[in-house]
């Protein structure tokens, strides 16, 4: 039987439509997960500054291979030109590494010492004002411990006080005139320190006035009893109805005399990376998770060049 040529020529125009149906859902469908895969935050802390005037590329080229978005680069005034932190930062800039601004000391928890948070905070503001955009640090990270101090062991309410009074100090001088985040490292334990004369963790003080916290979760395996799910899971989940995004989990590679268990220096980069995928398999649900975090920059590349001998 002969189809006319004009049902032949329907049919044909079905099948282009149908055709043409099917690839706008596949990219609808493509565009759709893309949206909701969520961009996680990969940072790593440079402590020796002095690096940087002499390993840009090599330091940046190290990020790109391990996926690393964002940087805590310690300010160093008197070491290092502002160009050689401007020079750093558009070079990471180009690589979509955010930089942000490191400083801290036990002591910075204490209010008669308020002054140094004062003076990184003008610092920071003063060279973002003299750089172009994709110069500027991003924001300020603190790495201040307060429980190294030994007044923590004599009056531990009276640090904490003092701690969080300087946190709010911080966080408003930064906040004045500039779009600078705030974020500070944390010891994992935080959820079992409350804020004084009350029954409110210092964790959840610290959410919901930082734009984020980094977790010193420094443990070498992410599953299991006293594993890094395990011991942040409670401040992940309390922060997840306080702020999205809002929790950064740090582990590390430096070479520790704390334990077996608490770094990846002996597992090394591909068991770290692998537990990495893990943790974050494991809190993906969780809205306040950011991502993740490895302490240092210099012991990681050292353990990565370690493996190259191999």
């Known amino acids: 039987m002969l189809i006319p040529r004009w049902a032949r020529t329907g049919i044909h125009h079905i ?23 969520p961009s996680y935050i990969k940072a790593t802390w440079i402590w020796d ?3 940087i005037s002499s390993q840009t590329e090599e330091i940046v080229a190290f990020a790109e291979q391990y996926d690393i978005n964002l940087i ?13 932190y401007r020079d ?7 690589a979509s590494i955010r930089v942000e601004a490191l400083g801290g000391d036990p002591n910075w928890a204490l209010t008669a010492n308020r002054g140094s948070i004062s003076d990184l905070i003008s610092w920071v503001k003063a060279f973002n004002r003299s750089a172009k955009p994709d110069e500027q640090f991003q924001g300020i990270h603190v790495d201040i411990e307060p429980y190294l101090l030994s007044e923590w062991k004599k009056d531990q309410d009276d640090v904490v006080k003092q701690w969080m009074k300087n946190v709010v100090y911080l966080t408003a001088e930064t906040k004045k005139d500039s779009s600078l985040l705030v974020s500070a490292d944390l010891p994992f334990w935080i959820d079992t320190v409350t804020v004084p004369g009350e029954s409110e963790k210092v964790s959840n003080w610290m959410v919901e006035r930082l734009d984020s916290i980094t977790l010193m979760a420094y443990r070498n395996h992410a599953q299991g009893p006293n594993g890094i799910v395990d011991i942040v899971h409670s401040i992940v989940a309390d922060a997840n109805a306080r702020k999205s995004g809002s929790v950064v989990v740090g582990v590390n590679i430096l070479e520790s005399k704390e334990g077996a268990n608490v770094s990846f220096h002996q597992d090394g980069t591909a068991e770290m990376e692998s537990q990495l995928a893990i943790l974050q398999d494991e809190l993906a649900e969780n809205p306040a998770f950011a991502g993740s975090a490895v302490h240092d920059y210099e012991s990681w590349l050292h353990a990565s060049r370690r493996e190259e001998l191999r």
């Open 49 to 51: 500054a002095s690096i």
């Open 72 to 84: 805590y680069l310690h300010i160093e005034p008197t070491t290092l030109r502002p160009q050689d």
């Open 88 to 94: 750093f930062i558009q070079t990471a800039s180009r």
């Open 15 to 37: 099948w282009v439509w149908l055709l043409a149906a099917i690839c706008v859902s596949i990219v609808m469908w493509a565009l759709l997960q893309l949206r909701s895969t």
